[in-house]
Protein backbone atom coordinates (compact mmCIF):
# COMPACT_ATOMS: atom_id res chain seq x y z
CA UNK A 1 0.00 0.00 0.00
CA UNK A 2 1.49 3.57 -0.77
CA UNK A 3 2.17 5.87 1.71
CA UNK A 4 4.26 9.07 2.88
CA UNK A 5 6.32 9.85 5.81
CA UNK A 6 6.89 13.26 6.68
CA UNK A 7 10.15 12.75 9.32
CA UNK A 8 9.28 16.26 11.53
CA UNK A 9 6.52 17.33 13.14
CA UNK A 10 7.94 20.66 13.46
CA UNK A 11 10.23 22.72 11.12
CA UNK A 12 11.47 26.21 12.73
CA UNK A 13 13.30 28.26 10.61
CA UNK A 14 14.14 32.66 10.90
CA UNK A 15 12.68 34.29 8.11
CA UNK A 16 15.05 35.35 5.08
CA UNK A 17 16.35 31.76 5.33
CA UNK A 18 15.47 28.97 3.00
CA UNK A 19 13.23 26.14 4.05
CA UNK A 20 12.94 22.74 3.85
CA UNK A 21 10.05 20.31 4.76
CA UNK A 22 10.51 16.87 4.43
CA UNK A 23 8.71 14.17 2.47
CA UNK A 24 9.47 10.85 1.78
CA UNK A 25 7.12 7.93 -0.22
CA UNK A 26 6.36 4.56 -0.43
CA UNK A 27 4.40 3.06 -3.70
CA UNK A 28 4.57 0.57 -6.23
CA UNK A 29 5.07 2.39 -9.80
CA UNK A 30 5.38 5.93 -10.46
CA UNK A 31 3.53 8.08 -8.00
CA UNK A 32 1.53 11.34 -8.36
CA UNK A 33 2.82 13.53 -5.26
CA UNK A 34 1.76 16.40 -3.56
CA UNK A 35 2.00 19.18 -1.23
CA UNK A 36 -1.08 21.04 0.87
CA UNK A 37 -0.73 23.63 3.07
CA UNK A 38 -3.36 24.33 6.28
CA UNK A 39 -3.64 27.65 8.00
CA UNK A 40 -5.48 28.42 11.20
CA UNK A 41 -8.84 27.43 11.16
CA UNK A 42 -9.18 26.69 7.32
CA UNK A 43 -9.28 24.27 4.74
CA UNK A 44 -6.21 22.41 3.11
CA UNK A 45 -4.50 24.93 0.18
CA UNK A 46 -3.12 23.05 -2.73
CA UNK A 47 0.49 24.01 -3.07
CA UNK A 48 1.61 21.96 -5.80
CA UNK A 49 1.86 18.50 -7.46
CA UNK A 50 4.31 16.21 -9.42
CA UNK A 51 2.99 13.67 -12.01
CA UNK A 52 5.90 13.72 -14.22
CA UNK A 53 8.38 15.04 -16.11
CA UNK A 54 10.80 17.87 -14.74
CA UNK A 55 12.11 16.86 -11.15
CA UNK A 56 11.69 20.15 -9.94
CA UNK A 57 7.63 21.43 -9.79
CA UNK A 58 6.85 25.08 -8.97
CA UNK A 59 3.81 26.02 -6.92
CA UNK A 60 2.32 28.64 -5.27
CA UNK A 61 3.18 31.42 -2.92
CA UNK A 62 7.02 30.78 -4.31
CA UNK A 63 7.29 27.32 -2.79
CA UNK A 64 8.81 24.24 -5.29
CA UNK A 65 9.58 20.71 -4.48
CA UNK A 66 11.87 18.36 -6.01
CA UNK A 67 11.36 14.96 -6.90
CA UNK A 68 14.07 12.47 -6.27
CA UNK A 69 13.42 8.78 -7.33
CA UNK A 70 16.53 7.12 -5.70
CA UNK A 71 15.38 8.30 -2.48
CA UNK A 72 12.12 8.31 -2.70
CA UNK A 73 11.61 12.03 -1.37
CA UNK A 74 9.50 14.96 -2.71
CA UNK A 75 11.05 17.92 -0.20
CA UNK A 76 9.01 20.85 0.34
CA UNK A 77 11.69 24.03 -0.52
CA UNK A 78 11.67 27.78 -0.56
CA UNK A 79 14.22 30.17 -0.83
CA UNK A 80 13.26 32.77 1.66
CA UNK A 81 11.04 32.20 4.05
CA UNK A 82 8.24 34.67 5.30
CA UNK A 83 6.52 34.75 8.69
CA UNK A 84 3.33 34.55 6.62
CA UNK A 85 4.58 31.20 5.94
CA UNK A 86 4.12 29.48 8.93
CA UNK A 87 1.27 26.81 8.86
CA UNK A 88 0.48 22.64 8.95
CA UNK A 89 2.07 21.38 5.92
CA UNK A 90 0.91 18.13 4.21
CA UNK A 91 2.61 15.95 1.86
CA UNK A 92 0.36 13.67 -0.30
CA UNK A 93 0.85 10.73 -2.91
CA UNK A 94 -1.54 8.66 -5.21
CA UNK A 95 -1.26 5.70 -6.94
CA UNK A 96 -1.67 6.13 -10.60
CA UNK A 97 -4.15 3.12 -11.68
CA UNK A 98 -5.60 2.97 -8.06
CA UNK A 99 -8.49 4.46 -7.45
CA UNK A 100 -9.06 8.72 -6.83
CA UNK A 101 -7.44 8.20 -3.27
CA UNK A 102 -4.68 10.80 -1.75
CA UNK A 103 -2.96 9.19 1.08
CA UNK A 104 -1.92 12.26 3.21
CA UNK A 105 1.32 12.27 6.14
CA UNK A 106 0.68 13.42 9.61
CA UNK A 107 1.72 17.21 8.84
CA UNK A 108 4.67 19.51 9.63
CA UNK A 109 4.41 22.52 11.41
CA UNK A 110 6.55 25.22 10.20
CA UNK A 111 7.38 28.36 11.69
CA UNK A 112 8.88 31.10 10.52
CA UNK A 113 10.24 33.31 13.18
CA UNK A 114 10.96 37.16 12.39
CA UNK B 1 -15.36 31.75 -7.95
CA UNK B 2 -17.22 30.63 -4.80
CA UNK B 3 -15.12 27.97 -2.91
CA UNK B 4 -16.75 24.65 -0.71
CA UNK B 5 -19.17 25.41 1.49
CA UNK B 6 -19.44 23.29 5.15
CA UNK B 7 -21.91 23.85 7.94
CA UNK B 8 -22.07 23.98 10.68
CA UNK B 9 -18.56 25.30 11.51
CA UNK B 10 -18.31 23.78 15.18
CA UNK B 11 -20.65 20.95 16.58
CA UNK B 12 -20.24 20.11 20.33
CA UNK B 13 -22.42 16.65 20.87
CA UNK B 14 -22.51 14.05 23.99
CA UNK B 15 -21.42 10.48 22.94
CA UNK B 16 -24.41 8.30 21.28
CA UNK B 17 -26.24 11.25 19.91
CA UNK B 18 -26.26 11.64 15.92
CA UNK B 19 -25.10 14.78 14.26
CA UNK B 20 -24.90 15.49 10.24
CA UNK B 21 -22.54 18.05 8.60
CA UNK B 22 -23.39 19.87 4.76
CA UNK B 23 -21.32 20.24 2.10
CA UNK B 24 -21.64 22.56 -0.95
CA UNK B 25 -18.99 21.89 -3.19
CA UNK B 26 -17.68 24.43 -6.04
CA UNK B 27 -20.37 24.82 -8.63
CA UNK B 28 -19.22 22.11 -11.62
CA UNK B 29 -17.48 19.88 -9.42
CA UNK B 30 -18.43 16.32 -10.19
CA UNK B 31 -16.54 14.74 -7.72
CA UNK B 32 -17.17 15.02 -4.10
CA UNK B 33 -14.92 14.02 -0.99
CA UNK B 34 -15.43 13.56 2.50
CA UNK B 35 -12.23 13.44 5.11
CA UNK B 36 -11.51 12.90 8.77
CA UNK B 37 -9.13 14.65 10.15
CA UNK B 38 -7.98 13.69 13.98
CA UNK B 39 -5.77 16.05 15.75
CA UNK B 40 -2.09 15.53 15.13
CA UNK B 41 -3.24 13.73 11.98
CA UNK B 42 -3.32 13.77 8.46
CA UNK B 43 -7.06 13.86 6.98
CA UNK B 44 -8.24 10.42 6.37
CA UNK B 45 -10.88 9.56 3.09
CA UNK B 46 -14.11 8.60 4.29
CA UNK B 47 -15.88 8.67 1.19
CA UNK B 48 -15.80 9.73 -2.28
CA UNK B 49 -18.62 10.44 -4.99
CA UNK B 50 -18.52 10.80 -8.49
CA UNK B 51 -21.71 12.67 -9.33
CA UNK B 52 -24.27 10.65 -7.23
CA UNK B 53 -22.53 7.48 -6.75
CA UNK B 54 -20.21 6.23 -4.74
CA UNK B 55 -16.73 5.81 -6.08
CA UNK B 56 -14.87 4.59 -2.79
CA UNK B 57 -16.28 4.23 1.15
CA UNK B 58 -13.87 1.68 1.97
CA UNK B 59 -12.23 3.44 5.24
CA UNK B 60 -16.04 4.43 6.02
CA UNK B 61 -17.26 2.93 9.31
CA UNK B 62 -20.59 1.71 7.98
CA UNK B 63 -22.08 0.90 11.12
CA UNK B 64 -22.36 4.45 12.19
CA UNK B 65 -21.40 6.47 9.25
CA UNK B 66 -23.58 7.35 6.30
CA UNK B 67 -23.30 10.15 3.63
CA UNK B 68 -25.56 10.53 0.38
CA UNK B 69 -25.02 13.35 -2.39
CA UNK B 70 -28.37 13.29 -3.95
CA UNK B 71 -28.53 15.03 -7.24
CA UNK B 72 -24.92 15.05 -7.34
CA UNK B 73 -25.02 18.23 -5.84
CA UNK B 74 -24.57 18.95 -2.23
CA UNK B 75 -23.77 16.16 0.31
CA UNK B 76 -24.87 15.41 3.66
CA UNK B 77 -22.64 13.16 5.96
CA UNK B 78 -24.21 11.61 9.10
CA UNK B 79 -22.72 9.77 12.28
CA UNK B 80 -25.50 7.64 14.70
CA UNK B 81 -24.65 7.67 17.29
CA UNK B 82 -21.40 9.20 17.57
CA UNK B 83 -18.51 8.22 20.13
CA UNK B 84 -15.83 9.75 21.62
CA UNK B 85 -13.03 9.07 19.00
CA UNK B 86 -15.26 10.77 16.34
CA UNK B 87 -13.57 13.83 17.61
CA UNK B 88 -11.93 15.33 14.45
CA UNK B 89 -12.44 17.94 11.82
CA UNK B 90 -14.66 16.75 8.86
CA UNK B 91 -13.44 18.32 5.25
CA UNK B 92 -15.20 18.20 2.53
CA UNK B 93 -13.74 18.53 -0.79
CA UNK B 94 -14.42 18.79 -4.33
CA UNK B 95 -12.62 18.35 -7.85
CA UNK B 96 -13.41 19.20 -11.49
CA UNK B 97 -11.24 16.42 -13.27
CA UNK B 98 -9.71 13.49 -10.65
CA UNK B 99 -8.10 14.04 -7.87
CA UNK B 100 -5.35 15.90 -8.76
CA UNK B 101 -6.30 19.09 -7.92
CA UNK B 102 -8.82 19.31 -4.76
CA UNK B 103 -10.44 22.21 -3.25
CA UNK B 104 -11.11 21.88 0.52
CA UNK B 105 -13.43 23.67 2.86
CA UNK B 106 -12.96 24.94 5.97
CA UNK B 107 -13.75 21.71 7.45
CA UNK B 108 -16.97 20.55 10.78
CA UNK B 109 -15.18 20.64 14.15
CA UNK B 110 -16.66 18.26 15.68
CA UNK B 111 -16.52 17.54 19.78
CA UNK B 112 -17.84 14.37 20.86
CA UNK B 113 -18.43 14.49 25.09
Known amino acids: AQSVAQPEDQVNVAEGNPLTVKCTYS??????LFWYVQYPNRGLQFLLK??????LVKGSYGFEAEFNKSQTSFHLKKPSALVSDSALYFC????????????FGTGTRLQVFP | EAGVAQSPRYKIIEKRQSVAFWCNPI?????LYWYQQILGQGPKLLIQ????????DSQLPKDRFSAERLKGVDSTLKIQPAKLEDSAVYLC???????????FGPGTRLTVL
Open chain 2, 93 to 103: ASSLNGPDTQY
Open chain 1, 50 to 55: YITGDN
Open chain 1, 27 to 32: VSGNPY
Open chain 2, 49 to 56: FQNNGVVD
Open chain 2, 27 to 31: SGHAT
Open chain 1, 92 to 103: AVREPGNTDKLI
